[in-house]
């Protein structure tokens, strides 16, 4: 007897991962259904990149990538690379321009990466159904079983899909890792990553104060930096330095940052004492930093100093404000949290993983794909990237 509802894969979330796996997989002859509990699916990829979806980088490298085994990424980000991507944009003749570092984005909208998937997906015949609960998976021998708000349904293959904690207003849950702990598979704790940083203390109320401020910095922490733009929010401190760094900071650690990359901040300060003894230093260094900025930075370093033309300030005194603008040092009461998280660091063990075709080592047909497990890449396309990857090689396999 023919048992209803039953496929050979069913991948539970309909996001990069999900759907990238079950286009492959249906590319195969599978029969592939997605559920999705959202009323939609690729919710984060309509909002990524400010609505024009950094869906890859032209300049891939495990070492973008954070996870406990470092070599893990290795196999997928080989077997599946952004090439093979851009091909298929162009392919689907989406226009795609390309940003600093070699992150690309789509020219007119996110929208046209997810029609993309979702047109591979309608050709290789898999199916999909949203505001779908589920309510309890069970192995039965070969066969999982699923019982959901839509009904019951049986696979030989299960792939868990589902993302992590970041951007709860997008349907985020830690479903996935509740599968993972079902079926005996170890979770790394989990934080938000790719967050902007909050203050309570003075650093918050210049925050405000220079809130939409953007400043070019080096910013480190760990012995790992990052040379990028620097936000000051409401909150605290945002923008593209601040949330890669944020990946490796943990609580109560100081982060430095360089407000003058460019420059050897006492070279700097004291040249200008010689080539410019009458002006104030608050108007030399309005050459290189925001005027607002400048006067922050005066009333915290050099009040005593600030209406003095720089030769009456002693070199000591100039040595010691060079400090402060090449290695300003703050230390974040924590982070936005996943709230505004663009990815969850840690997540399933892949000890239990083979890094191959994403399969549990322990429970045969059952597989995790995408931000679910421990893999996260920095900001730049590469978590797109390794959501094309990992659902690439789960979906050869299913």
Request: hydrophobic residues 40%; aromatic residues 8%.
């Amino acid at each position: 007897m023919t048992v209803l509802n039953q496929f050979d894969v069913i991948v539970i979330g309909g996001g990069a991962a999900g759907l990238f796996c079950a286009l492959t997989a249906g590319q195969r002859g599978r029969s592939v259904l997605v559920l999705d509990s959202s009323n939609k699916v690729g919710k984060k990829i309509l909002m990524s990149g400010g609505g024009r979806c950094n869906f890859t980088n032209l300049d891939i490298q495990s070492e973008n990538y954070l996870s406990a085994n470092p070599h893990f990424c290795k196999s997928a980000l080989n077997g599946y690379n952004q090439w093979q991507f851009i091909e298929m944009v162009e392919r689907h003749r989406i226009a795609y321009h390309e940003r600093k570092h070699g992150e690309l984005f789509c020219d007119e909208s996110a929208k046209d990466i997810l029609a993309m998937l979702l047109d591979e997906c309608e050709q290789a015949g898999v199916s999909i159904k949203t505001k779908c609960d589920i309510q309890a998976i069970a192995r039965q021998g070969s066969t999982y079983s699923l019982k959901t708000s839509l009904g019951s349904y049986q696979c030989q293959s299960l792939v868990i899909a589902t993302g992590g904690l970041s951007i709860p207003t997008m349907g985020a849950t830690g479903f996935g890792y509740e599968i993972a702990a079902q079926f005996g598979l170890n979770l790394l704790p989990r934080i938000a990553g790719l967050v902007p940083f909050t203050f309570t203390d003075w650093v918050k109320d210049i925050s405000e104060r220079l809130s939409g401020l953007a400043v070019d910095v080096d910013m480190s922490v760990n012995g790992i930096s990052f040379r990028e733009n620097l936000l000051f929010t409401h909150r605290g401190i945002s923008g593209p330095a601040a949330l890669q760094l944020s990946s490796y900071w943990q609580s109560g650690q100081i982060v430095s940052i360089n407000l003058l990359p460019d420059h050897n901040a006492s070279e700097l300060l004291l040249g200008y004492k010689n080539a410019s003894a009458k002006s104030l230093l608050r108007n030399l260094l309005s050459q290189h930093l925001s005027k607002s900025l400048v006067l922050e930075l005066q009333s915290l370093y050099w009040p005593d100093h600030a209406d003095k033309p720089i030769a009456e300030i002693p070199d000591t005194a100039l040595t010691k404000v060079a400090e402060q603008l090449s290695s300003w040092q703050l230390k974040p009461s924590g982070t936005e949290g996943y709230r505004t998280a663009e990815v969850t660091l840690c997540g399933v063990d892949t000890d239990h993983l083979s890094s191959k075709t994403m399969e549990c080592k322990t429970q045969s047909g059952l597989y995790f794909v995408g931000e679910v497990m421990d893999v996260t890449g920095h900001l730049g396309g590469y978590n797109f990237q390794w959501a094309w990857a990992s659902g690439y090689a789960a979906g050869k396999n299913v």
